[in-house]
């Protein structure tokens, strides 16, 4: 009898469990059935891009669109009864597909002369920030001396990408190796093939980050930060507007939320399938657990690759010599609204006669006074002061003063304080380290993103003698 109640109540228990499997197999049905409808009514809208641009745009292992852009567009069609379809091929097709009326919009791309002459722009998305990379094999060589053509070494770039068209604009001399996209520029690069190239930020930390050889490649010299745009072909206005005014939910806060689960890279949580429905019952405690240990591992490597990514940002704006920050950041700084602040200063300084430390005493010595006037010139400004080695012994800083004679009582502090440091540290006391230094005052705020005025203040210094500063008050 004892049997038998078991027996009695493990059947009830697995006819309770089929119960509920046929009663959501019929839900998911009708509720698929009711979302296919839905979806042959809304309207399509064919969206284009790359297919190996990551994070951006991109086909996974089973080519399914994935990426920052695909988020973007499939919130676009979710919030306004759009079905949207991907048309994701190589970077130059993806264009002529918009051209051609293959693809209604380009999911994101950068304005350009050559490309507002057959396509119109309509919502700015976000910005994107580009720069040169240079393979351990050229340490050492001038990304100038590269970029003039004045190597063998050629760039590579993506074939109709933004890049191309801005390398042979601002460097027509070096020499350009094509690529169909970015996947295959960076395969390259990591096989040796090319030893430099133009590639967006985030895109070259994805690829450079979940590589072996992390520091095969870094960063030497900042090309542009520019702003992503929807496309258009030529002539369409009329979806043009319609699409663009469907974009007022695009806030700084739902960019945040769209852009917060790449943390610039394709990080993706990867949730298991439904169980069968027999087996409902004993899927929920293997499914909990299951996701509870792969939200771990995933958090873990969200911050392994946070961590990874400041310190490839860290690296992009630092000197690696001085520790100050570099001529990319520098300029950064001079194209933000720093310098519409009134009484911004910018001052310029050299090392006077810097060639004779290193034919006298060895390169070695010249980089301790590099490190010397570096450190020096740091200690004596504020933590403010944005303070950045833009050249090989050429110092700038960025720096607001209430008036002029506070600017240059500060660079006359820089320069005599250099030159009597300097005794004290290095054994050559007939040979001190002294600098000639320009600063150019702007009560009423820049009116440009140039260091030109504090460079001619500089040379005039120079012309005095050296080791003393010159103020050039420069009013609107």
Not at 87 to 116: N, Y
Not at 155 to 168: K, N
Not at 195 to 217: E, G, R, S
Not at 383 to 388: G, I, P, R, S, Y
Request: hydrophobic share 40%.
């Amino acid at each position: 009898m004892r049997h038998s109640g078991v027996l009695s109540v493990v059947t009830r228990v697995i006819v309770a469990v089929l119960s509920v499997g046929v009663l959501l197999t019929i839900t998911l049905g009708v509720d698929a059935e009711q979302n296919q409808q839905s979806k042959s009514q809304s309207p399509v809208l064919k969206v284009a891009n790359s297919h190996a641009w990551r994070p951006f745009s991109y086909l996974d292992r089973n080519q399914e669109p994935k990426g920052i852009l695909i988020d973007f567009w499939k919130e676009f069609g979710k919030r306004n009864g759009y079905q949207i379809e991907f048309v994701l091929t190589d970077w130059q097709q993806s264009i002529d597909a918009v051209r051609s009326g293959q693809a209604d919009v380009h999911a994101g791309l950068l304005r350009s002369p050559e490309r507002l002459a057959f396509m119109d722009f309509g919502t700015p998305l976000f910005s994107i920030d580009t720069q040169v990379f240079f393979s351990q094999a050229l340490t050492g060589v001038s990304a100038d001396y590269v970029l003039a053509g004045e190597t063998d070494h050629a760039v590579g770039v993506v074939q109709g990408g933004y890049e191309e068209e801005f390398m042979r604009t601002e460097f027509p001399d070096v020499t350009l190796q094509l690529f169909p996209n970015n996947q295959a520029m960076l395969d390259a690069a990591l096989s040796e093939e090319i030893q430099a190239f133009v590639a967006d930020l985030q895109v070259a930390n994805y690829h450079l980050y979940t590589t072996t050889n992390q520091n095969l490649f870094i960063p030497v010299r900042h090309l542009y930060t520019e702003m992503l745009y929807a496309g258009f072909a030529k002539g369409k206005t009329a979806l043009l507007n319609q699409v663009d005014n469907k974009f007022a939910w695009l806030d700084d806060e739902t960019k945040r939320r769209l852009l917060n689960r790449w943390v610039y890279y394709d990080v993706e949580t990867v949730y298991p399938a439904y169980l069968l429905p027999t087996l409902i019952a004993f899927g929920v405690i293997v499914g909990i657990s299951y996701i509870f240990l792969l939200k771990r591992t995933v958090k873990q490597k969200t911050h392994a690759l946070q961590a990874a990514n400041d310190l490839l940002q860290a690296q992009a704006i630092t000197d690696s010599l001085t520790h100050l920050h570099n001529r990319r950041y520098f300029y950064q700084c001079l194209y933000s609204q720093m310098r519409e602040v009134k009484g911004i200063t910018l001052m310029v300084f050299d090392i006077d006669d810097f060639k004779a430390f290193n034919d006298g005493f060895g390169h070695a010595h010249g980089d301790e006074v590099l490190c010397f006037v570096a450190q020096t010139a740091r200690s004596l400004l504020p933590n403010d002061a944005v303070v950045a080695r833009i050249g090989g012994e050429e110092f700038a800083v960025l720096q607001y003063f209430s008036t002029a004679e506070r600017a240059v009582a500060q660079g006359k502090l820089l320069c005599n304080e250099i030159s009597r440091q300097s005794l004290a540290l290095f054994n050559h006391p007939s040979m001190p380290v002294t600098v000639s230094l320009g600063v150019a005052y702007y009560p009423n705020g820049m009116p440009h993103s140039e260091i030109v005025d504090a460079d001619k203040a500089m040379y005039q210094a120079k012309k005095q003698g050296k080791n003393c500063a010159v103020l050039h008050e420069i009013s609107q």
